[in-house]
């Protein structure tokens, strides 16, 4: 589905990126792991469009996506961030967000934007998980939780269908029982889609019960597949 | 009391007109966060096109037009310098406003008087209160649009461009585009408010403009002190500005200390903001 040709990053002298070279196909969940430095979010980087190769080349099926725009990219890659404010917008209701969310792909143009807000998240995606989320609709959401905002930011990435969902350290903000809670929801939600998954985290154990597949990043180069 | 309706309906008016710029100021520096100093400049330039237009006989309606034009082509050159040539955001507007003080020159003169021409003003001189029968409602027209307008979906991509711009990003939203259009609003308001004025006060000066940002800007902190809709407050704000300044007029201070009194209200507003929050704090950890 994606294809990463010789990725090469370079930050002047330093490779943060070193001949990388790998794929990734449906429904698989792929677990990111290294030290700090080793290359990790610069490869999350790559994929996403925010920063383009020094060399190498980044195909979709087989069209050439290496200098489309982060923005362009986002139609079919999402990626969650490890600060739980990058995800979503603070001063908006969370039935603000989802309906914002919905305009992923489309133009948007002069309708009312919370006539866009889809109900069908709330029954078949929120209330399901027990977590009381459907009863914060109009609550804005930078008065939730860290994980409570996780959770409603990754149901709001993959709204669109993405072809890869990123999630870049999406526990680091939070604590021991928010993350269990974020990681079960993680597993359950991305199970039965079709989108590729990767996660990159530092606790490999906590998360491996998620994970078909790992890549180890060690200066720049996938070590291990 | 005679005496005193004069001066109420003369800061009633200059409080209307002044509250597109002060609309323009939350606008950029309250919602896109880009503290934009071209609307310093665009509420001159306005002013400049719309005193040349009526004087070489077009339509006052059609001049305010052509100014509120040039103002939204003013924005989206300040928009432009910042978002595709990476210059500071302060920097472009003041660049943008440094040049605009040559346009306007040029365009409109340093000192020029309308005189009897036809102004928007003119059919609603007859009535008592006319130029209020306009500005008024001309104003509440401009807020319910602004409201609305930031209700819609292209509303909420661009107050959430001032708040988060890679989540914007995430949504395949460009985000250069919805800061441009944000300056582009900001700056049709400010020469709005200048095309308006040179035509409520029959005179344009190349200097009138030199400290409207500032005063826009303490009318948007009065604002802020009320928690209702910004679009609606920004008129009362600049309404209790302008009654402010008449205070300070009628207290016998010259017009020369304006500016330092408007600076000194901004100071003591934020002073009084962060006393009370402060305050909230220690109730908070009581």
Known sequence: MLRLENIDVDFGEFKALKNVHCEINKKEFILVLGHNGAGKSTIFDVISGRRFPSKGKIYRDSVDITNLSETKRALFVSRVFQSTYVGSVSTLTVAENLALTTLKGKKAGFKSAIKNFPEYVVEELLKPLGLRLENLMNTPIGNLSGGQRQIITIIMSTLCHPDVLLLDEPTAALDPASTENLLQFVHNYTKDRDMATLMITHDEKEAEFLCNKKWYLDKGEIVTR | ?286
Request: proline letters at 2%; one cysteine or more; aromatic letters at 12%.
């Open chain 2, 1 to 286: 009391m005679f005496s005193l309706l004069p001066i109420v309906t003369g800061i009633l008016e200059r409080g209307f007109i002044g509250s597109f710029v002060v609309m323009a100021v939350y606008l950029a520096s309250r919602i896109m966060k880009f503290d934009d100093f071209s609307i310093e400049g665009t509420f001159g330039l306005g002013g400049a096109v719309v005193a040349y237009s009526v004087i070489h006989g077009q339509n006052p309606w059609f001049a305010l037009l052509l100014g509120v034009i040039a103002g939204g082509l003013s924005g989206l050159i300040t928009g432009l310098l910042h978002t595709k040539l990476g210059l500071n955001r302060l920097i472009s507007g003041i660049v943008v406003t440094t040049m605009l003080f040559s346009l306007s020159i040029n365009i409109g003169g340093s000192n020029v008087a309308l005189g009897s021409v036809e102004t928007i003003f003119s059919a609603f001189n007859s009535y008592s209160y006319g130029n209020l029968l306009l500005l008024a409602p001309f104003s509440f027209l401009v807020g319910i649009f602004y409201v609305w307008y930031m209700k819609t979906e292209s509303g909420f991509v661009l107050r959430s461009t001032g708040i988060n711009e890679q989540f914007v990003t995430s949504l395949g939203k460009s985000v250069p585009f919805y800061i441009i259009l944000c300056l582009v609003f900001a700056n049709s308001l400010s020469a709005l408010a200048g095309g308006i004025f040179v035509q409520y006060s029959g005179f344009f000066s190349a200097f009138g403009n030199v400290g409207t940002l500032i005063a826009a800007l303490a009318g948007c902190m009065i604002a802020e002190l009320f928690s209702w809709n910004m679009f609606m407050t920004a008129i009362l704000g600049s309404i209790i500005y302008q009654l402010i300044i008449a205070i300070t007029i009628e207290l016998q201070v010259e017009p020369s200390w304006q500016k330092l009194i408007t600076g000194l209200l901004i100071v003591a507003i934020l002073v009084v903001k962060k006393i009370e929050g402060a305050k909230k704090k220690v109730l908070k950890h009581a």
